[in-house]
């Protein structure tokens, strides 16, 4: 079964640091381009990073130069390390598996259930 | 960054009626345009990409048409499992944005 299980949410104060971890079963992540979106309280969805399957790495404006994505083959695994955090990080993480072909994007089509991130004094 | 603009907030609609559900992209994003449905409590799914293609598993009554900035998703008999927010998402070179979502509730 193709599936993504996140963990390392939790409480921090502001301006301090927290890696994401997304467990892939079921495919290689190294295959795939994979994302992180995230979702404050009663909000909508928000972009934060992507990995190519090449390893190429992209950043919402929002996080540029504080978060960073990678990966661990050998794990399977996806990690978002997020550094100086602020109020306005708090949010549900969601890591995505997407897939492109050139300019052609199929979309992200699997979906962790999320972890919580909470960033208060 | 492309602003992806959805309409109408909140869509009221029967049971067994159609739904059209609207999103425009402050420029041209071809057809790299995937629609996504979320209930409460739940991760997103993925209903269409590349703007009118289903994914997988996703029933005929979902389809999507548009293409550069004006795209639409229409829901042709609405079920009660239907009803949840919709968000559109578009992808050009390695940026991805959300529309703000389409809460469709029961009218």
């Known amino acids: 079964e193709v599936q993504l299980v996140e963990s390392g949410g939790g409480l921090l104060q502001p301006g301090g640091s927290l890696r994401l971890s997304c467990a892939a079963s079921?495919?290689?992540?190294?295959?795939?381009?994979m994302t992180w979106v995230r979702q404050a309280p009663g909000k909508g969805l928000e972009w934060v990073s992507v990995?190519?399957?090449?390893?190429?790495?992209y950043y919402a404006d929002s996080v540029k130069g504080r978060f960073t994505i990678s990966r661990d083959n050998s794990k399977n695994t996806v990690y978002l390390q997020m550094n100086r955090l602020r109020a306005e990080d708090t949010a549900v993480y969601y890591c995505?598996?997407?897939?492109?072909?050139?300019?052609?994007?199929?979309?992200?089509?699997?979906w962790g259930q999320g972890t919580t991130v909470t960033v208060s004094s | 960054e492309i602003v992806m603009t959805q309409s109408p907030a909140t869509l009221s609609v029967s049971p067994g009626e159609r739904a059209t559900l609207s999103c425009r992209a402050s420029?041209?994003?071809?057809?790299?345009l995937a629609w996504y449905q979320q209930k409460p409590g739940q991760a997103p799914r993925l209903l269409i990409y590349?703007?009118?293609a289903r994914a997988t598993g996703i029933p005929a009554r979902f389809s999507g048409s548009g293409s550069g900035t004006e795209f639409t998703l229409t829901i042709s008999s609405l079920q009660s499992e239907d009803f949840a927010v919709y968000y559109c998402?578009?992808?050009?070179?390695?940026?991805?944005?959300f529309g703000q979502g389409t809460k469709l509730e029961i009218k």
């Open positions: 995505a598996r997407g897939d492109n072909s050139g300019y052609y994007d199929y979309g992200m089509d699997v």
């Open positions: 079921g495919f290689t992540v190294s295959s795939n381009y």
């Open positions: 990995m190519s399957s090449g390893g190429s790495t």
């Open positions: 420029q041209s994003v071809g057809s790299n």
């Open positions: 590349g703007a009118s």
């Open positions: 998402q578009q992808s050009t070179n390695w940026r991805y944005t």
